[in-house]
């Protein structure tokens, strides 16, 4: 998890920790870099507004670097502007989610992405990821009626 904001790496490890998620944490898109290059963590949780380097930067680097550049990443904003979605994905997003989040939304996705990220043809693995994450959603309301 790469934010600036304390209160937001807490709230989002400490839900996922209820998942049995292990969760490293990352002040700025700087340290994030170091910390994926050493850790190279399954998935990144990615926030765009940060001192030192943002996210859109942090994800040209994460690309460039072969020991990173598979690590799926989950860009999570307050900036939703018409343009912000585009731009993620094209700087090496895998996925966006829009502040304030919707808890079941977050653990769909980043369940998908545990279940998709093995994949290597990206195409492939968008489709998979994609439906994974209907599947996901479609036995969250299933839950919620019983």
Known sequence: MVD???GMRE?????LATEGVEVFTAIDGEDGIQKAFELKPDLILLDVGMPNVDGLTFCNVI????DTQKIPIIIITGQTNRNRVPA???AGADDFLAKPLQIDELLACVGAMFKTSHISDPAD???QYMLTIR???DRSVEEARL
């Open 11 to 15: 709230l989002l490890q400490s839900i």
């Open 125 to 127: 693995r968008l489709r």
């Open 88 to 90: 993620c994905l094209k």
């Open 135 to 137: 599947d996901l959603r």
């Open 4 to 6: 600036d904001d304390p």
């Open 63 to 66: 690309q460039t670097i072969s």
